[in-house]
């Protein structure tokens, strides 16, 4: 009797799937394929005042961003790992005014929440280079 249950129960799991792929309309991608591209949102808070924030979009490139193009290329390069970034590394005057980084959204549908404090603004913009 088990047995009978058992496969009765299956084949109605099986029905119940089938039926729920004849309901998918036809074109409609599954959501990790349909996650592709990148959607951050990026905030600055200087220590000193004058935050700003921006959204940048990545294949296509554009969003409310200055430079869009040239933010995705250097994200591209490290696959979206925002900690990975070294833009252009080299001095900066060792003057103490931190700055908040934080950028949260999603990269080839991986999520993506990165937060960093900079010593500077120009130890920022030699990491980060064109994203901020």
Do not use: K
């Not at 951050?40 to 869009?68: K, N, Q, S, W």
Request: aromatic residues 6%.
């Amino acid at each position: 009797m088990t047995l009978v249950l058992t496969t009765a129960r299956r084949m109605a799991a099986l029905g119940l799937c089938a039926a729920a792929v004849l309901a998918t309309p036809f074109g409609t991608l599954p959501a990790t394929a349909a996650a592709s591209g990148a959607e951050l949102y990026i905030t600055v808070t200087p220590a000193d005042g004058g935050a700003y924030a921006m959204h940048l979009t990545c294949d296509p490139d554009g969003g409310a961003h200055p430079r869009p193009v040239a933010a995705c290329d250097v994200l591209r390069q490290v696959d979206g790992w925002i900690e990975d970034l070294n833009v252009d590394p080299g001095p900066c005057p060792l003057i103490y005014m931190p700055v908040n980084v934080d950028v949260t959204g999603h990269w080839s549908g991986r999520e993506v929440s990165y937060h960093h404090v900079f010593p500077n603004s120009c130890v920022m913009e030699r990491t980060l280079g064109p994203v901020v």
